[in-house]
């Protein structure tokens, strides 16, 4: 019985101490400031999108061998 009550006594603490936090999810403030961390996690993502599409490039470049090369090698 104790137990019981322990884990009840802990539900309702639990959501007392986390109704603010979802009450402050539908405020104007948090909603713009969430869009706006969005916003910029995206613009790095692609930032580093193109960056590693941009080192990637001379490196395939440099990883081919000639006939010569591998001929030389055996």
């Known amino acids: 019985m104790s ?3 322990g884990m009840a006594s802990v539900f ?3 959501s ?3 109704s603010p ?3 402050a999810e539908e405020s104007p403030a ?3 400031q969430n869009a706006a961390r ?4 995206e613009k790095s993502q692609a930032e580093l999108a193109a960056r590693h ?3 990637a490039k001379p490196q395939q470049t440099q990883a081919t061998t000639s006939p010569q090369d591998q001929s030389k090698d055996s």
């Open 21 to 23: 936090l979802a009450m």
């Open 53 to 55: 599409q941009n080192d």
């Open 12 to 14: 309702v603490l639990s």
């Open 38 to 41: 969005a916003a910029a996690f």
């Open 3 to 5: 137990s019981s009550m």
């Open 16 to 18: 007392l101490l986390l």
């Open 30 to 32: 948090f909603v713009a």
